[in-house]
C-alpha cells in the first residue's frame, strides 16, 4: 500500500496525547501541531513525532489543511490530539491495496466517543473522513466539525474500525454539560447556520429538543445503558435547544447591525 503520514492537531492535550501518538506507531511519519500548549503536550509530542510543529490556530478547518500540507506523504490520517486509532483500524489501514487507494479519494470510520470515561454507544458511527489523499480531496468551510469531500461520491470508501475519542480524557461532568467553551461554539455555529439561510422557527424551539431526546434515547437504544444513557439523551435535548435559541438570537444581532 502507499505510505501513510498521521497528523494530530491539538493543544493542552497532556492527558490524551501519548495514547495518540501510541496508536499512530504504524505510520510511515507522525506530525504533531500544536497550537499553543501551556502543558506537558510538547514533551510528550517530541517524544513521539517525526515531527513537531507549533502554528498559531488557524480554526478548524485551517489548522487541519496546514497539518495535511507539512506531510511528507500523499494519503494523510488526520487525528485529533484526544483520539486513537483502534488496533482494528489501524489494521484496515494498512490492509488497503494501491487498487483499493487508487479509487478513493477518501475513507470514512466510525467514531466511538467517551463520555467520562463510558462510550456512548448511542452516538456510533459518527462518521468522520479522516484518511485522504491530499490531492485529491476539497476541505469546505465549517465553524466547528471540519470535513473533507471527494471528487465524487463513488471515491468515498468506508472502514469499519472505529477512532477512539476522549477514551482517556480526565474530563469531568462540567467540560460536558456547560462553561464558557460550550456558549462560544454555540454561537460561531448560529452565525453559520444564519449565513447559510438557516433561521429559527418556534416549531424548532418547542419540538426538534423532543425529537432529538427520542432518536437518542429510544431509537439509538440510549436506554440500554440506564442513567448514562439518559443523560447523554437529555443532554442532546439541550444541545438542540441552546443551538436554536442561538440562532435565534444570530437573527436579532444581524438585525441590530442592519
Known sequence: ??????????????????????????????????????????????????????????????????????????????????????????????ALTDLDLERRDVFLMPRLNYVMGRPVRSWLPDWQSRLIHRERVSWPEEALHERREASDPSRVGRLKGAIYHKRTSQAGFGDYFGGQ??????????????????????????????IAFVKFYVFKRGFLDGAFGLLIAQKAAVSVQLKYAALWAAERETGVRR
Open 181 to 210: 467553551r460550550l456558549d462560544d461554539r454555540l454561537m460561531m455555529v448560529a452565525r453559520q447556520m444564519h449565513e447559510r439561510g438557516k433561521r429559527a422557527r418556534w416549531w424548532d424551539l418547542a419540538f426538534r429538543p423532543w
Open 1 to 94: 500500500m502507499a505510505k501513510v503520514s498521521v497528523v494530530i492537531c491539538c493543544a493542552d492535550a497532556a492527558d490524551t496525547l501519548e495514547a495518540a501518538c501510541v496508536s499512530a506507531a504504524w505510520a510511515d511519519e507522525l506530525i504533531v501541531v500544536d497550537s499553543g500548549s501551556t502543558d506537558a503536550t510538547p514533551r510528550i509530542a517530541q517524544r513521539h513525532a517525526d515531527r513537531y510543529v507549533v502554528e498559531p490556530w488557524r480554526g478548524y478547518t485551517g489548522q487541519k489543511q496546514y497539518g495535511a500540507s507539512l506531510a511528507g506523504c500523499d494519503w494523510v490520517f488526520i487525528l485529533d490530539g484526544d483520539e486513537e486509532v483502534s488496533a482494528e483500524l489501524a489494521d484496515q489501514v494498512k
